[in-house]
């Protein structure tokens, strides 16, 4: 079914929301050299003034300025933008925290900006940390302390919510929590302590002149009031569009159960959702950062637009049909009959999920291994159901530890057959890598338990085990449930099911591993050619090639240069 023409609105706003992160990202830069400065306090004034001097030495350059302004600029006009395009204002509780934090800096900044910055470039003063300590102890001191967490907060917040669907983030969470939180702490600690002691050793008199404040005050109250305008004039906004919107004719949004909602045309199909109250999933906020709002086109489909490039994007990662969209970037124009496809209780914050990628699905390249025990069935045959159990978990207990030695991570155990992952957080390379090193543990594995439960055995304990790499959708199943912190992280893919096949293919070959080239090739290793082989897996046209060896293979790293004499 053909689309209208991509709305230029909607590829806009892929363009605003990278210049908001981006010039966001500048500010946090901006704040943490400033405050890292401020610690400096901790240990002397004069390591303060040190560090001053390489502040601005970046920040007080031409290019530096030129980057803080126009990041301040662009972020203040685009949350402005943002919000005044808003069709509802129902928010999650960190949107509006961070909206209003954002609101309540220029309050307690332009005063401080002004009479830093602005004098030093009117009236040549000197901003130096002993006049502007001078300056805030210890009257200004609450004030400029409630603007630091202020801005910290702000930024650690959008921060927070930026990297919380990235697969690398969630290890160094709680790492991270300590240093957002240490940071103002030992930024409070620096510069009041600093304060505190200049006033008790040094008797410096007050830096400002009458004639500064006589022009930084009415400065900064006119700032703050065109500030505080345009928050008005966007409030005015919100409003008027929503009186408009119940003067214009609606369509009608058809929900499951034949639920209809009426709405003027202009608000996205999620904030549609929102506005009355209909449950729909949006993890990332409603930022096209990921695809929990997705939602299938019943009827309608050819009165919206085509999707515009982030929206694409994103529809492409998932391999999503032309009746799949994107309730956050879809606005209707004619009435719509939707089903969203992710339950909005799957997308509860549950305890332990926030901030957890895994919880939400990440796709990333890893190494998959399947290892299974031949002939289990005959060694179970004869022996007693304890006997069985025993026997069962010595072998999965052993093939796990020679896995979590090699760097990998347990997926499942099935039956008497194990499926690992390696790669998921030091790339595929070292996954690759640290997957062939377990194949050779597990066969010493196998070696010592031969030996150990030899007199038990009626023939020797062997596996079979196929590994294959590429990129895996990885993702912890059964966390809709609510219990999502504790489910364990699974891959998904083609790659799995040709790792399993892989392994079947040990009873073909004969041989005990069969390897794909792309696993090789991956970790950097060459082997004897005479292993190498091609097999056909279902669904591709082209038959794999593949290596079927016997660990430990003898493999050549291609990786590693050899030493040059010395002369």
């Given at each position: 079914?053909?689309?209208?023409?991509?709305?230029?609105?909607?590829?806009?706003?892929?363009?605003?929301?990278?210049?908001?992160?981006?010039?966001?990202?500048?500010?946090?830069?901006?704040?943490?050299?400033?405050?890292?400065?401020?610690?400096?306090?901790?240990?002397?004034?004069?390591?303060?003034?040190?560090?001053?001097?390489?502040?601005?030495?970046?920040?007080?350059?031409?290019?530096?300025?030129?980057?803080?302004?126009?990041?301040?600029?662009?972020?203040?006009?685009?949350?402005?933008?943002?919000?005044?395009?808003?069709?509802?204002?129902?928010?999650?509780?960190?949107?509006?925290?961070?909206?209003?934090?954002?609101?309540a800096i220029p309050f307690l900044l332009l005063p401080h900006a002004i009479g830093t910055g602005g004098l030093q470039?009117?009236?040549?003063?000197?901003?130096?940390?002993?006049?502007?300590?001078?300056?805030?102890?210890?009257?200004?001191?609450?004030?400029?302390?409630?603007?630091?967490?202020?801005?910290?907060?702000?930024?650690?917040?959008?921060?927070?919510?930026?990297?919380?669907?990235?697969?690398?983030?969630?290890?160094?969470?709680?790492?991270?929590?300590?240093?957002?939180?240490?940071?103002?702490?030992?930024?409070?600690?620096?510069?009041?302590?600093?304060?505190?002691?200049?006033?008790?050793?040094?008797?410096?008199?007050?830096?400002?002149?009458?004639?500064?404040?006589?022009?930084?005050?009415?400065?900064?109250?006119?700032?703050?009031?065109?500030?505080?305008?345009?928050?008005?004039?966007?409030?005015?906004?919100?409003?008027?569009?929503?009186?408009?919107?119940?003067?214009?004719?609606?369509?009608?949004?058809?929900?499951?159960?034949?639920?209809?909602?009426?709405?003027?045309?202009?608000?996205?199909?999620?904030?549609?959702?929102?506005?009355?109250?209909?449950?729909?999933?949006?993890?990332?906020?409603?930022?096209?950062?990921?695809?929990?709002?997705?939602?299938?086109?019943?009827?309608?489909?050819?009165?919206?637009?085509?999707?515009?490039?982030?929206?694409?994007?994103?529809?492409?990662?998932?391999?999503?049909?032309?009746?799949?969209?994107?309730?956050?970037?879809?606005?209707?124009?004619?009435?719509?009959?939707?089903?969203?496809?992710?339950?909005?209780?799957?997308?509860?914050?549950?305890?332990?999920?926030?901030?957890?990628?895994?919880?939400?699905?990440?796709?990333?390249?890893?190494?998959?291994?399947?290892?299974?025990?031949?002939?289990?069935?005959?060694?179970?045959?004869?022996?007693?159901?304890?006997?069985?159990?025993?026997?069962?978990?010595?072998?999965?207990?052993?093939?796990?530890?020679?896995?979590?030695?090699?760097?990998?991570?347990?997926?499942?155990?099935?039956?008497?057959?194990?499926?690992?992952?390696?790669?998921?957080?030091?790339?595929?390379?070292?996954?690759?890598?640290?997957?062939?090193a377990a194949t050779n543990a597990i066969a010493e594995t196998m070696e010592r338990l031969n030996v150990e439960l030899?007199?038990?055995?009626?023939?020797?304990?062997?596996?079979?085990?196929?590994?294959?790499?590429?990129?895996?959708?990885?993702?912890?199943?059964?966390?809709?449930?609510?219990?999502?912190?504790?489910?364990?992280?699974?891959?998904?893919?083609?790659?799995?099911?040709?790792?399993?096949?892989?392994?079947?293919?040990?009873?073909?070959?004969?041989?005990?591993?069969?390897?794909?080239?792309?696993?090789?090739?991956?970790?950097?290793?060459?082997?004897?050619?005479?292993?190498?082989?091609?097999?056909?897996?279902?669904?591709?046209?082209?038959?794999?090639?593949?290596?079927?060896?016997?660990?430990?293979?003898?493999?050549?790293?291609?990786?590693?240069?050899?030493?040059?004499?010395?002369?």
């Open positions: 079914m053909a689309h209208k023409k991509t709305s230029a609105s909607a590829d806009g706003q892929g363009i605003r929301q990278r210049l908001r992160l981006g010039s966001g990202l500048v500010l946090l830069t901006f704040a943490f050299s400033h405050l890292l400065n401020h610690m400096l306090g901790i240990w002397s004034i004069e390591a303060m003034e040190a560090g001053r001097r390489i502040f601005l030495a970046v920040w007080r350059s031409p290019p530096g300025e030129i980057l803080l302004l126009s990041a301040l600029l662009v972020h203040v006009a685009l949350a402005l933008w943002k919000t005044a395009r808003r069709r509802s204002l129902r928010l999650s509780a960190w949107q509006w925290a961070q909206l209003l934090l954002g609101l470039e009117r009236f040549g003063y000197d901003d130096t940390y002993r006049n502007v300590l001078t300056v805030l102890w210890p009257g200004l001191i609450f004030n400029q302390t409630v603007l630091m967490l202020l801005v910290w907060l702000h930024g650690m917040i959008g921060l927070h919510f930026w990297l919380r669907l990235k697969a690398g983030y969630a290890p160094f969470k709680p790492f991270l929590f300590a240093f957002a939180l240490l940071v103002p702490v030992l930024a409070s600690w620096g510069w009041i302590d600093a304060g505190r002691r200049l006033r008790l050793t040094e008797n410096i008199p007050f830096p400002l002149t009458p004639e500064m404040t006589a022009w930084s005050d009415p400065l900064v109250a006119m700032l703050r009031s065109g500030f505080y305008a345009l928050v008005a004039l966007v409030i005015v906004v919100i409003v008027l569009r929503a009186l408009v919107r119940r003067s214009r004719q609606t369509i009608e949004i058809t929900y499951p159960g034949d639920r209809v909602v009426k709405v003027a045309p202009g608000p996205t199909l999620l904030e549609i959702s929102k506005m009355n109250g209909i449950p729909h999933a949006d993890v990332c906020g409603g930022r096209a950062r990921c695809s929990t709002c997705r939602t299938r086109i019943l009827d309608g489909l050819d009165t919206l637009p085509a999707p515009s490039a982030t929206e694409a994007k994103v529809l492409a990662r998932i391999s999503a049909g032309e009746d799949i969209r994107l309730a956050c970037q879809v606005r209707p124009e004619a009435p719509l009959k939707v089903q969203p496809l992710v339950p909005a209780s799957g997308a509860v914050r549950v305890s332990g999920s926030d901030g957890d990628a895994y919880h939400w699905g990440v796709e990333q390249p890893a190494a998959i291994l399947f290892i299974d025990l031949r002939n289990f069935t005959g060694l179970a045959e004869t022996r007693l159901s304890y006997d069985v159990v025993f026997l069962l978990n010595r072998y999965l207990g052993e093939t796990a530890r020679a896995i979590e030695a090699c760097g990998g991570y347990v997926d499942k155990f099935i039956g008497d057959g194990v499926m690992a992952i390696f790669g998921m957080k030091d790339g595929l390379q070292a996954g690759c890598r640290n997957a062939l030899g007199p038990q055995l009626s023939a020797p304990l062997r596996v079979g085990m196929g590994l294959h790499a590429g990129p895996v959708i990885l993702g912890r199943i059964g966390a809709v449930s609510g219990n999502g912190a504790s489910a364990r992280i699974t891959a998904l893919g083609d790659v799995v099911n040709i790792a399993s096949r892989l392994e079947t293919a040990t009873k073909e070959l004969g041989h005990s591993l069969v390897v794909s080239s792309a696993v090789l090739e991956a970790a950097g290793y060459t082997c004897d050619l005479a292993g190498r082989t091609e097999i056909a897996v279902r669904g591709r046209r082209e038959p794999l090639d593949v290596f079927a060896l016997d660990p430990p293979a003898r493999l050549v790293d291609t990786l590693s240069q050899p030493a040059v004499p010395s002369a």
